[in-house]
């Protein structure tokens, strides 16, 4: 029996049926179906050319998404396994060229000696828009257990982890998300780069059923009017930052986050702008999603086909009620991470995946999500979810910005590190007293505070715990 049609190929009788339909969009580039069906089919041939063929590991980078998401299409369709980059300051690029064959990029990257680099220039993308020749394109779609797309773990606590999707463990994503449902009207705009892996499978999914997936920020949504908007925590932030003062949606828009809670007070401002649904995924890029939707205290219903274990420190099943570490089970999970045996036999055990979170059940099919093993900081022997920290402090009116983390000194000693950033006009001083307010702060507490400009962040958006740690041990 044939595999399901791949995007490309739905594309095509988007691009046959309504060829002037918007495709996709950025802030340099555009195209309609019938464009990006023409580019598509001369991307796959010119690959070919290049020696990538099914089964083939490729590495594609930016900066221009649309530039991205025409390879990344084409590579699907001749059966190429994908993986994304950022083009420049990804720490993890280095691992990443190491795992593939071919790298392609607008931007020149250092590739190891083995792998071939392709750049991709204006004459490139010229080239694609050259009309078709005579003839169909015979799409070979690769096999449900066939593998597919090289995703990554944040790296916000440490370096990157790599693994290996299967055809059918994306399409299982692509299909089941909990986000608007997609028509021909869909006006998607994306705030995350295709380093994050529901990027990819959202904006797949909108493109197969003849909707315009476009990026950018406060132009696009005054100008385009979106129906759906799509990002991380912060991405959503700070794209409610830079909109006009008053301004107000004209229909109600979708918006969907993953990657953290949506705070009480930026649900408050996303349902002002954008008047429309707020969904706030839970999930992880070894499982897929785990909860279609959380509310701002972080409880939410279990996925349909997700089944979740609370485990304590034994790997013992606590029972319902009780916070411990997540198991998980889902059709969509990965085998294991790329060149890391000692890890993947750690997390992955008797076919359930053990997370870094700690949650517990407290209903029928209804979890509640506390934050991370490796996020807990201490405050006076108790620890508490950095998250939940750092929610109270951006509520305080001199704190524009805020991260805690736990900092292991020197002597043995273990700090509570806040590193804040002041809002416009504030003071230190100002800011001292609102974290001690926030935070009901005892004086046996070790805390220690630095004041930054910005905190540093990684290309998907997530504070980079890692930097901040160096930041603080520098001002030791």
Known sequence: MRAPPLTAELIEIAALREPRRPA??????????????????????????????????????????????????AAEAVGAVTASFVAEG????????????????????????????????????????????AGQLAWSAPAWDAAHRIIRTSGSTGASKFMVL??????????????????????????????????????????????????????????LAPTEVWGLPIQLQRLLADLPAGYRAPHAVTVSTAGGLVTPADRARIESVFGGRITSRYGNNEAGSVCDDLD?????????????????????????GEHG????????????????????????????FLSSDVGALVGP???????????????????????????????????????????????GAITLGLALVLAAGATTQQAEAQVASALHVQGDVLLRLLVLADLPRLA?????????????????
């Open 365 to 411: 099919r209804m979890l509640h999500l506390a934050g991370r093993q490796d996020d807990l900081v201490n405050i006076g022997g108790l620890k508490v979810p950095a998250s939940r920290l750092e929610a109270g402090l951006r509520a305080q009116p001199a704190i524009a910005d805020a991260a805690a983390l736990s900092v292991h000194l020197e002597d």
């Open 296 to 320: 701002a205290s972080g409880r939410g219903l279990l996925s349909a086909g997700c089944d979740v274990r609370i485990l304590d420190e034994g790997h013992r099943e606590l029972p319902e």
């Open 90 to 133: 990804d720490p993890d690029a280095p691992f990443l060229f190491t795992q593939v064959t071919h790298v392609f990029s607008t931007t020149p990257q250092d590739v190891p000696p083995n792998v071939a680099f392709h750049a991709l220039d204006d004459a490139w993308l010229k080239a694609l828009r050259q009309p078709l020749p």
């Open 24 to 73: 996709l969009r950025d802030n340099v580039h555009a195209m309609d179906y019938g464009q990006l069906h023409t580019a598509i089919v001369h991307c796959a041939g010119w690959l070919g050319q290049q020696g990538v063929h099914a089964g083939e590991r490729i590495a594609i980078g930016g900066p221009g998404f649309v530039t991205q998401m025409i390879v990344l299409l």
């Open 166 to 223: 299967t055809r059918g463990a994306f399409e299982y994503r692509l299909r089941l998300g909990p986000d608007a449902p997609t028509s021909p009207d869909t006006r998607l705009l994306m705030l995350a780069p295709l380093v994050v892996n529901a990027c990819l499978t959202r904006s797949s999914a909108v493109l197969r059923q003849r909707g315009l997936v476009m990026v950018g920020g406060r132009a696009e949504v005054v100008q």
């Open 325 to 352: 570490r997540i198991a998980l089970r889902t059709p969509s999970m990965v085998e294991g991470y790329l060149g890391r045996p000692e890890e993947t036999a750690a997390a992955f055990q008797d076919g359930w």
């Open 460 to 476: 998907s958006g997530k504070i980079d715990r890692q930097a901040l740690l160096r930041l603080f041990r520098q001002h030791a």
